[in-house]
């Protein structure tokens, strides 16, 4: 039993695969936004339902996220303070409005809308009610909590690279009040955020993208602890709301009747339809018997697809997306010390051979990195130069 379907032109695609997360584009329902609570149909036969795949989720808590599934739930569920385009990468406004930078490039100025609502869904009387406005302190609330080891978030780290602060709470074994009070984050006033910088860092507009920054309502942590994520319990600011959830089986977004009219997309979708399958088959086979509008999968089998390429009921619907990733090899070391000497690095890089620990990892196109740069590492920190003795690199 399926929902009104999406539109036959355009048509769904296949996606083989996907490297970007893509915020689904919203249509309107008959309320009236002046209206601070409002009472949906989830099986209205006239709302257009998209029925898409995915894993379980992990977490939609966005300072816990931190695979591709839980990222691209919190991008759809919570509004970050910038947004990138999925077509160009580059940055655009969303809470953040605006931005400017200090002289010596470590604080950053963020003004943010003071239209955008926090938004409680009750999945029981299928009411949509707005709770506030979100506000420039929720942001100092989830940056905070982005620093805690103790919630189990897996981006800690890369928070604490650029929020100056972060990294002497991350590692403390009990964190003081005074510690978090003292990460690189700021209210100004209920529309304006600022960051204070570990280093001068001119791509702090794309940081701000991430999802470990978003704000988050604190007096709902404070109420319902690891809970206040749960159907019926949270609050959002995206452009859907979580209804339903069952791990295991799927789960389903509902659109926000209260997310800002200049931020909705050309799209048409009233609710997301998620099922829990990755076998590539069977969503290959649901795909052609139309329960499902879009897959995308980076394992289909490569004897698959020639089929799908000489289908000609798919043609113009598959599409092959080609993106660069970057993998991590990490090595664990007693001294800990060492690793922050440019010349142990150096040394290390060309002992093990970058090429041939890229060999074994099949599957796709791999190179080995020429070098990598954090803020606070020199551009060359990593780089192996064959040939050239490490004794002429001094430490940082």
Known sequence: MFSKRLPSKPVPKIA?????????????????????????????????????????????DPQLAGSTISVRWVENTFLGLTDLAPDSGQVRPAYATSWSVSSDGLTWTLKLRSDIPWVSWNPDTQQAKVERMVKAQD????????????????YGLVTAEFIAGCGDVLNAKTPTKAQFEAIGVRAVDDNTVEFKLAAPTGFFPTVASLWTLRPVPGELIDKFGPDWIKPGNAWYSGPYLTDTFKQGVGRTLIRNPF?????????????????????????????????????????????????????????????????????????????????????WRRLRSQVRGRTACTKPLSGLQRLPAGSISFAKWSPHAVRSVPGQSVVHHPGL
Request: hydrophobic share 40%.
């Open 16 to 60: 083989v695969i996907l490297l970007v997360v893509v915020m689904l584009a919203l249509s309107q329902f008959s309320v009236s936004y002046a209206q601070n609570s409002v009472t949906l149909n989830r099986d209205d036969p006239s709302l257009v339902t998209f029925y898409i795949h995915d894993d379980d989720l992990p977490n939609g």
């Open 139 to 154: 942001v100092v609330t989830g940056t905070r909590r982005a620093c805690d080891a103790s919630l189990g978030g897996s």
């Open 259 to 343: 997310f800002p009219k200049d931020m909705r997309g050309p799209g048409n979708a009233d609710r997301v339809d998620l099922i829990v399958l990755t076998d590539s088959s069977t969503l290959v086979s649901l795909y052609l018997k139309g329960q499902v509008d879009m897959i995308r999968s980076g394992s289909i089998g490569a004897g698959d697809i020639p089929a799908l390429r000489s289908n000609a009921a798919l043609k113009d619907q598959l599409i092959f997306i080609n993106g660069t990733g970057l993998d991590y090899l990490s090595f664990a070391h007693d001294d800990r010390r060492a690793a922050h000497r440019q010349d």
